[in-house]
């Protein structure tokens, strides 16, 4: 039987509520498949670690998850540390260094959630954004002068690479030939940045030439929003950069009734390192501890990371228990306008997944 080596960072918030429900489910569903298991270290690492020791996970703490299968992420965010500390510390600090330049963020309208545009469900709302996880605007690469005085100057450059683009459009132009559809949107925004961007655009049109068989456009980010809200329908796979898919996919996420649902992969294609999976809902101290926290958002990551692990059979069993799930408004948690707790939707997606016909 094979087993997988899983690292589970919960970091801040409600993090640990959603990390604690993915092991749980993941456990169900490795006893429910039979044929592999998990081990899973934990790893306390986040706001709390940094107020002790002055730094969000040990210098070491890259070495530590280095072998790991696969990493289970919950949030990064403190109320008490500025959020620049806690996402370079812990996130990005993952991230960049394991080159998980590939952030998959799928979009659906899930069975019982009504979508804010009401008339939109189904087929019509399914989208996967594909972010530029490595850098452009978050590349890091800025600096503060005179701080304080009149004087004071900050940068934040955003640095485009011929060689971080290239493989982000191929990683892009494949998973949408993957697709039924065969159609990809290129998100840029040119016509204002005429260095990076332009070279953005050009690049996606070389590469294009190798997937003839895929539909492409390209549409300037401002009106990428009033695409996915006024005609979502003419949407399928969407790739972009870090910035500007960081926005769109909670735009998504929004427009499929909550933030609470989405997912996240942050992928090292090429596995030289392992890849990351993350609900996108952030830390939300305002409801830690209540036992409210909606877990879908990691249960679909989780289902990402078996993917990932190839046991697609496992993948599959999980979100058809997630959808099993949703469908019953009992199961809503408050994003979703009900009662149900992080408890309740938990063991409602286990009895799903050991359920004979999950």
């Known amino acids: 039987m094979k087993t997988y080596a899983i690292a589970a960072i919960p970091g801040d918030g409600i993090g640990t509520e959603v990390v604690s429900a993915g092991v749980e489910v ?18 306390d690492w986040g706001g709390e670690y940094y107020k002790k020791h002055g730094r969000m996970m040990p210098e070491n703490g890259r070495d530590l998850i280095r072998t790991h299968d696969a990493i289970l992420f919950g949030s990064a965010g403190h109320p008490e540390i500025p959020d620049h500390i806690t996402l370079w510390g812990l996130r990005l600090a993952i991230c960049q260094p394991f080159d998980q330049y590939a952030n998959v963020r799928p979009t659906r309208v899930l069975p019982g959630i009504t979508s804010p545009l009401r008339s939109v469900d189904g087929p019509e709302l399914d989208w996967v954004i594909v972010r530029e996880n490595s850098e452009g605007e978050y590349a890091g690469v800025g600096g503060r002068v005179h701080q304080g005085s009149p004087l004071e100057a900050a940068t934040d450059v955003a640095m485009f690479t011929r060689a971080g683009v290239e493989r982000i459009m191929r990683f892009a132009f494949r998973l949408a030939r993957s697709r039924p559809r065969k159609l990809l949107t290129v998100v840029t925004k040119s016509n204002a940045q005429r260095h990076a961007m332009v070279m953005w655009d050009e690049v996606a049109s070389e590469v294009a030439r190798e997937f003839k ?8 980010v401002d009106a ?3 695409r996915m809200v006024m005609r979502p329908q003419s949407i399928d796979t969407v790739v972009a950069t870090n910035l500007h898919a960081d926005i769109l996919s909670d735009l998504a996420a929004a427009l499929a009734g ?6 996240t992969a942050n992928l090292n294609p090429e596995r ?8 996108i809902h952030g830390s939300a101290f305002d409801i830690m501890g209540k036992g409210i926290a909606n877990p879908i958002g990691t249960f679909w990551s989780a289902v990402m990371l078996l993917e990932h692990l190839g046991d697609k059979s496992a993948a ?6 997630i959808e099993r799930v949703t469908a019953d408004k009992r199961f809503h948690t408050p994003d979703l306008g009900g009662t149900a707790r992080t408890a309740d939707v938990t063991k409602a997606v286990i009895e799903a997944i050991d359920g004979a016909n999950a």
């Open 26 to 43: 993941l456990a169900a569903v490795a006893r429910r498949e039979a044929s592999f298991a998990f081990k899973v270290d934990r790893f």
């Open 213 to 220: 068989d895929v539909t492409w456009d390209k549409m300037l």
């Open 224 to 226: 990428m929003t009033m």
């Open 258 to 263: 909550s933030l609470g649902i989405a997912p």
């Open 272 to 279: 030289t390192f392992p890849s990351m999976f993350e609900p």
């Open 316 to 321: 599959d069993r999980l979100m058809k228990a």
